[in-house]
């Protein structure tokens, strides 16, 4: 009755529902491999009963060879060779299939994760590190698809070799289907006990092998870095710490385990030598053969054997379902919205003539509750326009652009953007193909340079970018390299100074070709003479284009329609006697 009690008290937790709910969606990928999965099944299924119908014909063979039926000893001796010779082929094409099952599981699996965090909104996304994602691409997906392949084929396998058994020894000797049955009650009784402690350390698991990613990545990332500040000997102290963490975690999971396994396999053994000298007792009255006591010593074994086998299938749909839980975790992250997404293109094919406008009207935001970067901020921008955002560090310009391009949503107000004279558009997903984005950071990828052009626009031809590298001064550089576009820019451009990959980055935007352009601090690497050429190249290229630039110096300012200050939780426009001031301030 308390039992009954527990689970119910365990399904209204929703602990049960959550596991049901992770079960149900690993086998969803199960239905696509039905077919496969279940010639795996089978095979395993043929295996089991081989190996039952070998503890059969190894009776009569002993039989066989003691006298009692000598007459069959050549057909008993083919029958055993030919079923342990159909269990070497039988296990060779089960591990093929497995093989393949799983690798076309896991790359579904990492290919759902990776198009969900493609199309995720930035907003839930950002909360979680780049290194942790990695985790759950990899580790979580390998684990899963590992379980979805090896949890239902081994539990028909097990359950087939138990019922086999169990059916032949109750045939037999019901008294020894008793005896061989004796340990079930403690192997029970000690999974549903280890059940909830092996969910914890599988989540520490996953959460140290999430950490030792994301180090992993940071170190190599910030290799250079790392060198400069001679922080290797820190570093490699934080690489021993994680390591001594996984190893600490691993053993205290391990010591859990293998004081369980010694308390089954003790009352196993117990169990295995009372059937031995049960079996042995039946021999000494005269009531068995050798034959047939072989046969039930082998048969008691994979009784016991089968049973613990199926408990043990708990701890792997543990591990599974921990993994299973972060990966559902990811893929049920809000989408990105693209209900606008034809406005969006019919705006951005108007363009050409009429440009784009964006605006930004009494918007109030913050990050985290009440700590708002500004409240009742306006800004606007218009077709052929540069506008400015100035400000102290810190302040919200980035954030503004952010907003702009709908990857943050303002409590109140409206951020809003179309064709001058036309009906607006909320900034969202779907707007974004109206913007061509150069972030501070570096955004260059491994591969040539014309490769990382044609990422925004993969059939531009090698003229249209040279023209874009044109516009944005980069041909000056680029020409000169022995293999011109063709040049390996190697990871994250390591081969380009700071100014040259700005460049690059700013020819990949016009190609883009978007009619609005959002520079955030991405001229500050360049000379002040190359910085005004820059933007003077990419207004001609396209009078209706609007430019949006966050910045820190006066040569921008000159060339710019408005300029807007950030600071102190509001945006004001300024003039130029306004820039002076914040010019002298800082
Ligand atoms: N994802 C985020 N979550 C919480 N706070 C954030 C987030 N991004 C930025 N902030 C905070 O918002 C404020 C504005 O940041 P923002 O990057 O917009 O400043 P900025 O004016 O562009 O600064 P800088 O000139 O240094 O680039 C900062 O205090 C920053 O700590």
Not at 327 to 347: G, H, N
């Amino acid at each position: 009755m308390s039992s009954i009690k527990h689970i119910i008290q365990k399904i209204k937790e929703g602990k049960l529902k959550k596991l049901i709910g992770e079960l149900l969606w690993m086998y969803a990928y199960v239905r696509k491999y039905w077919f496969l999965i279940g010639v795996y099944i089978l095979l395993g299924a043929s295996g089991s009963v081989l190996s039952l119908g070998t503890s059969v014909v190894s009776r009569d063979l002993v039989d066989a060879v003691t006298g009692v039926n000598s007459a069959e000893i050549v057909q008993v001796a083919v029958v055993y060779v030919g079923v342990g010779v159909s269990q070497i082929f039988i296990n060779a094409v089960k591990t093929r299939l497995s093989l393949r099952v799983r690798l076309k599981v896991t790359n579904e699996i990492r290919s759902d994760i990776y198009e969900q965090v493609l199309q995720t909104n930035w907003e839930s996304l950002s909360k979680y590190r780049s290194g942790d994602l990695l985790y759950r691409v990899n580790g979580d997906a390998s684990m899963v698809a590992n379980t979805i392949l090896t949890f239902l084929p081994n539990v028909v396998t097990t359950l087939i070799s138990f019922g086999g058994a169990f059916v032949i020894v109750v045939k037999n000797d019901p008294i020894m289907a008793v005896i061989a049955m004796a340990g079930a009650p403690v192997s029970f009784l000690t999974s549903r006990y280890s059940m909830k402690k092996m969910r914890d350390f599988q989540r520490d698991n996953q959460e140290v092998a999430s950490d030792r990613t994301v180090f992993d990545q940071e170190t190599f990332q910030n290799l250079q870095f790392i060198k400069a500040f001679g922080m290797v000997d820190r570093v490699m102290e934080k690489f021993y710490k994680i390591q001594k963490e996984t190893v600490d975690v691993a053993l205290l999971q391990n010591k859990f385990q293998q004081w369980t396994t010694i308390v089954t396999s003790l009352v196993g053994q117990a169990v295995g030598y009372a059937c031995y000298g049960f079996a042995a007792y039946r021999l000494w009255r005269g009531d068995i053969s050798y034959g047939t006591m072989t046969m039930f010593v082998s048969m008691a074994g994979s009784l016991r054997g089968s049973f613990s086998g199926i408990i043990s299938l708990m701890p792997t749909v543990i591990r599974a379902g921990i993994s299973a839980e972060r990966i559902m975790e990811v893929t049920s992250l809000p989408r990105d919205s693209m209900e606008q997404k034809e406005e969006a293109e019919e705006a951005k094919r108007r363009s050409k003539e009429e440009g784009v406008f964006v605006r930004m009207e009494n918007v109030d935001f913050a990050y985290e509750e009440d700590n708002w970067i500004y409240q009742n901020a306006d800004i606007s921008a218009n077709p052929g326009e540069i506008v400015a955002l100035i400000g102290p560090s810190g302040q919200g310009k980035t954030t503004t652009l952010n907003l702009l391009l709908g990857l943050y949503h303002p409590q109140k107000g409206r951020v809003y953007l179309g064709n001058p004279g036309r009906t607006a558009m909320e900034a969202s997903s779907a707007t974004r193909c109206l913007f061509s984005y150069i972030p501070q950071s570096n955004t260059l990828f491994t591969g040539t340079i014309a490769d990382n052009m044609r990422m925004v626009k993969p059939e531009a031809t090698d003229e249209e970018i040279r023209q874009a590298l044109e516009a944005a001064c980069a041909w000056e550089f680029v020409e000169k390299l022995e293999e011109g576009m063709n040049t390996q820019v190697r990871e994250r451009g390591t081969r380009f100074s700071e100014g040259q990959k700005q460049r690059l980055s700013i020819a990949r935007a016009l190609l883009a070709d978007a009619p609005v352009m959002i520079l955030d601090e991405a001229t500050s690497a360049l000379d002040v003479a190359t910085e005004r050429r820059v933007l003077r190249r990419i207004i001609k290229k396209e009078p209706h284009r609007t430019i949006l630039v966050a910045a820190h110096r006066p040569s921008v300012f000159a060339m710019c329609n408005r300029v807007y200050k950030i600071q102190d939780h509001g945006i004001t426009q300024v003039d130029e006697q306004g820039i002076q001031e914040f010019l002298d301030a800082f």
